[in-house]
């Protein structure tokens, strides 16, 4: 038998430029009721643009909400009705200047099941070739290349991160190493 809850109502308590919350009644499985806080998010796009010779681009981006300067692979926020396909094109020409030949889906994964319903969808991109680069007027951030080994052993150290960067580097890592990609 599969688990379940189902919604029961919904109150809006916060509808921002990015985010919405709500308070759900829910219906659980054994007939009780309980109270889930959820938040609501457009979604996001991430590419992970990988060069002939293994390297991979990244960003350096100080992320407000944590405090700190992350490493990144190109990603963003879906814009209302957006494409995710569309936006990591987007997102890679914006945030690293370069676009792709070839893009790999990747699949999608949610960052924080346990909250927010935000879904990131992720591909991989070969064939590269830089445009112009031009990242949002309120987004400040420093491209770089790095080798995939480097970036992966980062992850893994705990240097890097942010978690959909952890996730794709690793799985771009065994792809690669394993001949899949």
Known sequence: MAHFEKKLSEKTIYEGRVIT???DQALLENGKTALREVVHHPGGACVAALTEDRQVYMVRQYRYAVGEELWELPAGKLEKGEDPFEAAKRELGEEVGVTADEYIDLGRFYPTVGYCNEVIYCWAA???HTVPLHPDEDEFLTPCKMPLDEAAQLALSGEIRDG???A???KLKLLCDTGRL
Do not use: A, Q
Request: no cysteine.
């Open 126 to 128: 070969k064939g590269l």
């Open 168 to 170: 794709m580097l690793l």
């Open 21 to 23: 919350l709500t308070t």
């Open 164 to 166: 959909k960067t952890v």
